[in-house]
C-alpha cells in the first residue's frame, strides 16, 4: 500500500517522506527507519520533518496494514503502542499547525452489518476515536479500506488530498461510507421477542449491564401497565450499578413515559392508549407495571423524551419548596448545585412563587444560571457562599436551604 501510495504522490508533483519499521534509525532524502517500539525514534522523526518542512499536511499511518492475525493480541498491541509513540511525539513537537492523523486499517469495521476479516486492527479505531476528543488539533480520522479492492491506494489518496469533516470513513466496492447514528424502527422489531428489562447481577462496573427478558404481568387493583417510551437516567443509577448506593438500590430505572396498554377494572382516570408520565421502579424496560397514583396524562407539547426528565427533579424539588417549607413571595431561598436536575427545577419552582434566589454552583455554570435570571449566584467548590449570602442580606441571612446533595 504505501508503495502504491507514494507513486500515486509522486505523479501529482507532491513531496512526501516514507518512514519504515527497523531495528535502527537511518535517514535518506525521502525514506526513514525507526524502531515502532522506541518513543525516542518517534520523537527524532518529528523534530527532524518539523524543522525540513515549512508545513506538514498530513501523516498516513499505514502499518496496521501488516498485522497478522494469527498472534492477534500480539499485533494489536504493537499497532496501538507505535500510535501512541507518535501522538505524544506530535503533541511534545507542539506544531503551529498540527498536521491531520490518518490512521488506516484494512477490513477491519462492518459495513452495512457485513463481518470483518482483520480484527486485530479493530481496537486501533477505538485509539483513533480517544485521539480525536483528547487531542482535536490533530484531526484523527480512520479510513477503513476494502480488502477486495484494487483501487484502494486512489481511493484513499483522494481522500486525504481533499479531506472533509468527515472523521470515520470506510470504502467498500469503490464506495464511500461514512459513520451516522440512524433512528431504529425498535418497537416492530420487539413485536415479536420476549420483553426485556435492563439488568446488573454484579455491580461494580457499567459493562456488566445486560438486557434480560422479563415477564409481563397483568395489572392488580389500582394499577396501569405502561409501554415505555423513554426512561430518566439518574445518578441514582450510575451508583446503583457501579455498586455504591447505600442500602437496597433495588432495579435499575426510577421515571419513564410512555403509553398505557393495559389497566385494571377499577382504574377510572386512564384508558389503553394514553400517553403518561410516571414514577416507575425498574422503568429501563420495554414494559413496567405501576401504581395508576404514580402516574399522570402526558402534556401534548412535551416529547416523551422530555417528559421521562420531570418527575423526580420536580416532585422533590416541589415537596421540599412548597410542603415542607411553606414557600411565600418574597423568601429567600439557597438552592446548592443549582445547576443540577433538582436545582434547576427548584429555580422554576422558586421563580413560580415569587421568591429571591441565592445560588450555589461551579463557575462554569454561572453564566447558565444568569441566563435563567438568577441574580445571586456562588461557588459551590468552597464555603464563601456563607459570608456572601450574610453581607447581601446585611445580616439577615435567607428563610430556605434546598440542598439535593448528601
Not at 315 to 336: E, N, Q, R, S
Request: net charge negative; glycine share 6%.
Amino acid at each position: 500500500m504505501a508503495t502504491k501510495l507514494t507513486k500515486i504522490i509522486e505523479s501529482k508533483q507532491q513531496t512526501y517522506s516514507l518512514v519504515v519499521p527497523g531495528k535502527e534509525y537511518t535517514q535518506s532524502l525521502t525514506q526513514f527507519q525507526i524502531d515502532r517500539n522506541n518513543p525516542e525514534h518517534f520523537q527524532r522523526l518529528i523534530e527532524v520533518i518539523k524543522n525540513d518542512r515549512i508545513s506538514l499536511h498530513g501523516i498516513v499511518y499505514l502499518w496496521s496494514l501488516d498485522t497478522s492475525e494469527t498472534q492477534l493480541l500480539t499485533e494489536a498491541n504493537r499497532a496501538c503502542n507505535s500510535v501512541l509513540h507518535l501522538v505524544q511525539s506530535l503533541i511534545k513537537a507542539d506544531f503551529y499547525n498540527p498536521p491531520r492523523l490518518w490512521l488506516v486499517t484494512k477490513d477491519a469495521q462492518p459495513v452495512n452489518n457485513n463481518n470483518i476479516s482483520q480484527i486485530a486492527q479493530s481496537p486501533l479505531w477505538g485509539m483513533g476515536k480517544a485521539i480525536a476528543i483528547e487531542h482535536p488539533e490533530l484531526n484523527c480520522t480512520r479510513i477503513d479500506i476494502d480488502a477486495k479492492s484494487t483501487a484502494d491506494a486512489q481511493l484513499l489518496f483522494e481522500e486525504i488530498d481533499s479531506p472533509d469533516i468527515e472523521d470515520q470513513i470506510a470504502f467498500r466496492d469503490k464506495n464511500r461510507y461514512i459513520a451516522r447514528l440512524v433512528r431504529s424502527n425498535l418497537k416492530e422489531k420487539i413485536e415479536n421477542y420476549i420483553p426485556v428489562r435492563l439488568e446488573i447481577e454484579n455491580r461494580g462496573t457499567l459493562e456488566n449491564l445486560q438486557w434480560k427478558p422479563t415477564m409481563r404481568r397483568q395489572p392488580n387493583l389500582g394499577e396501569i401497565e405502561i409501554q415505555v417510551s423513554a426512561t430518566g437516567l439518574n445518578f441514582r443509577d450510575v451508583l446503583n450499578a457501579l455498586g455504591l448506593y447505600p442500602g437496597n438500590p433495588g432495579l435499575l430505572g426510577l421515571e419513564c413515559a410512555g403509553e398505557v396498554v393495559a389497566i385494571a377494572p377499577d382504574v377510572q382516570n386512564f384508558k389503553i392508549g394514553d400517553k403518561v408520565i410516571a414514577i416507575a421502579p425498574g422503568s429501563f424496560s420495554q414494559y413496567v407495571t405501576v401504581n395508576a397514583a404514580l402516574a399522570i396524562h402526558k402534556p401534548e407539547f412535551l416529547s416523551f423524551e422530555e417528559a421521562a426528565t420531570i418527575p423526580g427533579a420536580f416532585l422533590t424539588a416541589y415537596y421540599t419548596l412548597h410542603h415542607l417549607a411553606k414557600i411565600k413571595p418574597g423568601d429567600k431561598v439557597l438552592i446548592h448545585a443549582a445547576a443540577g436536575g433538582v436545582g434547576l427545577a427548584a429555580i422554576q419552582i422558586a421563580q413560580q412563587a415569587k421568591a429571591e434566589i441565592f445560588a450555589t454552583a461551579s463557575p462554569s455554570k454561572w453564566d447558565f444560571l444568569k441566563s435563567l435570571g438568577v441574580k445571586h449566584i456562588m461557588n459551590s467548590r468552597t464555603l464563601d457562599f456563607a459570608d456572601e449570602i450574610l453581607a447581601i442580606t446585611q445580616g439577615e441571612g435567607i428563610d430556605i436551604v434546598l440542598n439535593s446533595l448528601s
